[in-house]
Nanobody, 126 residues
Framework: VQLQASGGGSVQIGGSLRLSCTGS????????LGWFRQVPGMEREFVAA????????TYSDHVKGRFAISRDNSKNTVSLQMNSLVPEDSAVYYC????????????????????WGQGTQVTVSS
């Protein structure tokens, strides 16, 4: 599957952004999906993941309560709604996909994902 992320930009503290990621292929629903972020010089960091059927999701402690991941398998999209943004959220955000073996699977490690989008920049300023 090929992934294309969009929706990044610049916002002020407390603002919101919605990232989207669109995948190619006709069987999008087999993939568990995740969002990661990376700051220059740092390792890629897990942000959120959603199961292949959308019934389950998980978040890093840094974003829990502020970010929401969702998916629409009919449109081959996964989204990340980001609210109450702070400068520490500034990073390049990547979407990722992994063929899942079950509806309960929620991979949170970078190495568990097989496919990656190109990244979209998010900048939060004061």
């Amino acid at each position: 599957v090929q992934l294309q992320a969009s929706g990044g930009g610049s916002v002020q503290i407390g603002g919101s952004l919605r990232l989207s990621c669109t995948g190619s292929g006709r069987i999008f629903g087999i993939y568990g999906l995740g969002w990661f972020r990376q700051v220059p010089g740092m390792e890629r960091e897990f942000v959120a993941a959603i199961s292949r059927n959308g019934a389950s999701s998980t978040y890093s402690d840094h974003v829990k309560g502020r970010f929401a991941i969702s998916r629409d398998n009919s449109k081959n999209t996964v989204s990340l709604q980001m609210n109450s943004l702070v400068p520490e959220d500034s990073a390049v955000y990547y979407c990722a996909a992994r063929p899942s073996r079950s509806d309960e699977e929620l991979p949170v490690k970078e190495f568990q994902y097989h496919y990656w989008g190109q990244g979209t920049q998010v900048t939060v300023s004061s």
